[in-house]
């Protein structure tokens, strides 16, 4: 019903930038908060960045500062911003959103998730 799809992963230097984009599409009633997590082979997925529908964002401790979250209503998209990338940045990263598909019914929907490596 409802898909995520990102893009804008691949292999950049130490103190690099990269922005990661991910575009909600189906049966949208509206989106509530829009998330993008990373994983590490072998270790627990983890939350990187929050942007509520009104715009309030937060950031894990260890990207903060680096990273920028944000959203385009109009587009159903979500933005990663990512600036001064090190190498313990390298992960997939996956795009998460609780969508609300009828006005009493929500959905939380994942993406297929991009490759980040950050390396010289």
């Known amino acids: 019903q409802v898909q995520l799809v990102e893009s804008g992963g691949g292999l950049v230097q130490p103190g690099g930038s990269l922005r990661l984009s991910c575009t909600a599409s189906?049966?949208?009633?509206?989106?509530?908060?829009m998330r993008w997590y990373r994983q590490v082979p072998g270790k627990e997925r983890e939350l990187v960045a929050t942007?509520?529908?009104?715009?309030?964002?937060s950031y894990s401790d260890n990207v903060k500062g680096r990273f920028t979250i944000s959203r385009d209503n109009a587009k159903n998209t979500v933005y990663l911003q990512m600036n001064s990338l090190e190498p313990g940045d390298t992960a997939v990263y996956y795009c998460?959103?609780?969508?609300?598909?009828?006005?009493?019914?929500?959905?939380?929907?994942w993406g297929q998730g991009t490759l980040v490596t950050v390396s010289s």
């Open positions: 942007i509520t529908n009104g715009g309030r964002t």
């Open positions: 189906g049966r949208i009633f509206s989106i509530n908060v």
């Open positions: 998460n959103s609780v969508v609300r598909v009828e006005p009493s019914q929500y959905l939380e929907v």
